[in-house]
């Protein structure tokens, strides 16, 4: 289909450019596919499978990454190992996941390294030669602090097990600790979101990540919401819980610096701040998804067809999108939003040769008119009381310059 054409400033949405698009990434992200059990909200690619499938996995991943490393000519400044559960590795196995990326990446010395990490998943031994390999930064999912909360979400976890986890990273040298929270799950109510920021809170850690639940199609939450058994708060009480999370953490000197994303001041992901840049990444593992000099990749989602590409020498790609330039300058609007910074008008015209009043008038000017976003000092952001509807705010820039005519607002 052809991309709507629309007038820029003498230009054209189909002339524009992309001048990062070529810039090699400088950032890493690994797929763990593996969790002891699986939480009834989850549509991650993860599956619950014996021993000797990790082995196997871990085989194939390190051939992936040896292709991939062949292909970088830029050091890395940021690693993220997620998943599924990474420390459901064991010791040995995410030793011979390190010696792979350190064998086919060179990293800078100060490369940012996360693990995520479930509660109760991690010993001092583990932990310890996560730190020797260069991991200096964990990211445990904790969702909620309610013991039957975390029953009623499928977790394999207790409160205990959250706060001994952070405990023993402490112990092991680890002090960039992040703790996931989820709201808008069934039956909470806003005194146990309260809570839950309270609990992390008094674990001092300097990150924090406040999911909104989305209810994934082919999750039990969807099937259970289709059958009407889950009992969610309902939209006003979930915003007034997000509310209550941002107020909060504010009061404790946790910067909101991304839709869901708190931190003390240098705190902040730099591994999430490359996604929300727009920047590229590499990606290694099942179901994982990469951007490398203007490609967007989905990898393979089956294990058994994951072994099967690795195996014949082939990248187990299942997808491959061009992104073009006017994609990715909707892109980089979408994404720079989320961030309290937004997006900085200076640098999207360095990179996409417009700005981005030129490059999106209408929109612009109907978000600003409902007080939705504002540009000051350089910036595009949100404003502050359209953080909990961003969603309307992202989706207007979806097809706006390369919808096609028809279909175009
Ligand atoms: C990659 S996931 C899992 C990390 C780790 N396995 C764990 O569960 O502790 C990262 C985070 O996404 C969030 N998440 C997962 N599914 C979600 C959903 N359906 N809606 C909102 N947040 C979700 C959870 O807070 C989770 O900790
Ligand atoms: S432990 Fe994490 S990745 Fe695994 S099923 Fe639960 S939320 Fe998903």
Redesign the pocket.
Known sequence: MAERVQAIGGAAASELVDAFAERDPTSLYVHIPF?RSR?F????TTYVAPRPEVDAYLNHLERELEMLGAKTRTSLQTVFV????PTFLTTGQLDRLFQAIHHNFRLVSDAEVTV?A?PGTVTPEKLERLAAAGVNRIS??A?TFDESLLLAIGRSHDRAAIEESVRLARESGFSRINL?L?FGLPDQTTDAVRRAVEACLALDVPHLSA????V?PGTPFARWHDEGLLALPGEDAEAEMYELVRDLLATAGLRQYEVSNFARPGEEARHNLVYWRNEPYWAAGVGAHGYVRGRRTANVTSLVDYAKHVASGALPVAEVHDVSPAEAAEDTMMLGLRLREGVHVDTFRRRHGALPAELFPEALARLEAHGLVETTAGHVRLTHRAYPVANIVFEAFVGALTAPDDAAH
Request: with cysteine; net charge negative; charged share 25%.
């Open positions: 969790c939480c909200y989850c549509d991650f997620g998943g599924g559960t995520e479930n445990f999912g969702q996931d989820m999911y909104w639940l989305k994934e």
